[in-house]
């Protein structure tokens, strides 16, 4: 609640969602349980959306999607 508040005042916007990145966002239950605390809706990234890859990564990319966000965001502004 506090780095929610610290957020809505310094950038004068209200906080609407979260997406919930690394490896913590894999754990069971974090995404309920943060939304449920913070009465918003948290969601996981979708972080390989707009990447083509081989069909048979897809198990892989469910697995370690959260892990690789900041990664594959950084990269894809790099290479557009």
Do not use: C, H, W
Request: proline share 4%.
């Amino acid at each position: 609640q506090k780095l929610k508040g610290i957020f809505e005042s310094r950038y004068s916007k209200q906080v609407q969602k979260l997406i919930l990145t690394g490896g913590g966002a894999n754990l069971q239950g974090v995404e309920k349980y943060i939304g449920e605390q913070l009465g918003l809706p948290t969601t996981l990234p979708q972080v390989f959306l707009d990447i083509e890859y081989d069909p048979r990564l897809g198990a892989i990319e469910r697995e370690l999607g959260n892990e690789f966000a900041v990664a594959v965001g950084v990269a894809s502004r790099y290479f557009q």
